[in-house]
């Protein structure tokens, strides 16, 4: 029996990609022939020209651009402002789309975008063309507080205004204080409002973290040294606008760190260097001292040369997430582990 899965969540950041990576290599591990497509694109940014989820989602499968690129790139910013585009053609291609992928996979995995009802006013939201693709809704969502039960039930009512429903819910990047909330308390409420809960993945930072390389692929800066390091992680950014005594103090305090000041501050990237810090990002276009290039190089930690103030930087810097890539070997082992061990895969393969 073909499957075809619609990974959606309560909203951006929740976590969509990476569990449907995570159910990709399940399923591949079990001998099925897995596809991707995600229908709709509501983000502008580009890796290589690619999708960034779709970017990923191919680096592993065995898969098309032309199959798995969205059909329908849409901004949240001018969503009602599509003037010229046949919404009865783009769902058209999409239904048509699906059946073709179906005939080629054993197992089909559409990811959405933003939030669940993106795309209502347009016609494209996930449970209205999932109810016409015959898709089973997945919704990832990350339980900050308890109206997260709230928000589920609604969302559920809203699915099936079209005949559609959730079929199940993934607890993802679950903060360590509430894991034992959502495997009790929120699966026996939203059971009771028949709704099933068929995971919940703790958060861990490796997995969400980005690398360097990630950051400046966003800020676009110049490498000055320590290239070979690019590939680190950064878990915590710290920003350098304060005595190098402190600084220190907060430099050593945080894991894997990546350190934004200024290219004046010379005093301060040398202490970040000695710290062992990821990565260091000079704001304001101002060229370091020469004399900490070279033991940036030794260490290999990259120092990034970028034209932003700090403000602005920190903003981009914490706007990226991490990829996983097929060569992450670490990282790879990590997810399967992470997400195999939390999930009911089983029941969301329909196996």
Known sequence: MRRIIY???NKGGDGKTTLSLAMALKALSTGMDVGYFKP????????????PDVAVMKSFLNISLEEASPILHV????????????MQGVVRQIRERVGQLTRLHDLLILEGVE??????????SAPILSSLINARI????????????????????YCRRFDSKVEAVIFNRVPELKVDRARTRYKE???ENGIEVSGVVPERSELLSPTIRDLNNELKGEVLAGETGMDKLAENVVIGAMGVENAAKFIRRSRNSVVITGGDRTDLA?????????????????????????RADELSIPIILVPYDTYTTLQIANSVRGRILPSDSRRIETLKKLYWDNLDIGELLGA
Do not use: C, H
């Not at 709709?40 to 999708?51: F, R, Y």
């Not at 939030?115 to 494209?124: N, R, T």
């Open 138 to 157: 997945v919704l990832v969502a990350r339980p900050e507080n308890d109206q997260i039960i709230d928000d589920i039930i609604v969302l559920d009512s």
């Open 189 to 191: 409420i939203l059971r």
């Open 7 to 9: 990974i959606t969540s």
């Open 75 to 86: 901004d949240s910013q001018d969503l009602l402002d599509i003037n010229g585009i046949d």
């Open 270 to 294: 040398l202490t970040a260097l000695e710290a062992q810090v990821s990565g260091i990002i000079l704001t304001g276009g101002i060229y370091p001292s020469i004399k900490i290039l070279p």
């Open 115 to 124: 939030g669940l009802s993106f795309g209502a006013s347009i016609g494209a």
């Open 40 to 51: 709709v694109a509501s983000s502008k940014t580009t890796i290589e020209g690619l999708d």
